[in-house]
């Protein structure tokens, strides 16, 4: 499975490299903290392949990382090979990159 840090990430949206940023959290928790993306749950991933570019980097985030990892390897499963998974999640970006944000 690829993985991306937060300073990747971060490097990544400075200098405006494209890619497609996932958030594959519930609506509550979306409603707390956000660094925007796309929101797709994870339960309605499959459901949504056509909304997932395959000609950019994608990165996929959640919280801590975990359910995004599943995300990622499911989506590998379908035969995409430009995803990515951001290490430490949401909770990483806070701690490392915006520190104004809320963690939970």
């Known amino acids: 499975m690829n993985s991306i840090t937060v300073q990747e990430l971060k490097a990544w949206r400075d200098s405006s490299h494209p890619h497609q940023l996932i958030d594959v959290r519930e609506d509550h928790e979306i409603d707390i903290v956000s660094i925007d993306g796309q929101r797709i749950k994870m339960g309605d991933i499959l459901d949504s392949l056509a909304d997932i570019k395959k000609d950019v980097d994608v990165v996929v985030h959640c919280r801590s990382g975990a359910r995004s990892g599943a995300v990622v390897q499911e989506l590998e499963r379908q035969g995409f ?22 963690a939970y």
């Open 81 to 102: 090979t430009n995803t990515f998974n951001l290490q430490g999640g949401i909770l990483a970006w806070v701690a490392e990159i915006d520190q104004t944000l809320q």
